[in-house]
């Protein structure tokens, strides 16, 4: 079974940073698509970024320009580098994998709060 784990939130005040964590139980490269959904309160889930095996990336448009997703695939770890983080930002944090099929963490909660 795959399994991803995921670490570093936190609380952290306005224009503060946090980095985000997901490690793979197994080689991330046979993954076409890894990244992170979020989940606020009162809000849908959205998706904030991914990042294709060949290393392309997309974010949803009101991350662009503050957060960053990488890939380190011989630590079989993804990461997203947040900057600039707004209250509006707070939210549970999903790790997921995709191939055939997807594959989620359980969350790691970011506040961002004064």
């Known amino acids: 079974q795959v399994q991803l784990v995921e670490s570093g939130g936190g609380l952290v005040q306005p224009g503060g940073s946090l980095k985000l964590s997901c490690v793979a139980s197994?080689?991330?490269?046979?993954?076409?698509?890894v990244g992170w959904y979020r989940r606020a309160p009162g809000k849908e889930r959205e998706l904030v970024a991914d990042?294709?095996?060949?290393?392309?990336?997309k974010y949803v448009d009101s991350v662009k320009g503050r957060f960053t997703i990488s890939r380190d695939n011989a630590k079989n770890t993804v990461y997203l580098q947040m900057n600039s983080l707004k209250p509006e930002d707070t939210a549970v944090y999903f790790c997921?994998?995709?191939?055939?099929?997807?594959?989620w963490g359980q969350g790691t909660q970011v506040t961002v709060s004064s």
């Open positions: 997921y994998a995709q191939n055939m099929a997807v594959y």
């Open positions: 197994g080689s991330i490269i046979r993954f076409n698509f």
């Open positions: 990042i294709t095996s060949g290393g392309t990336t």
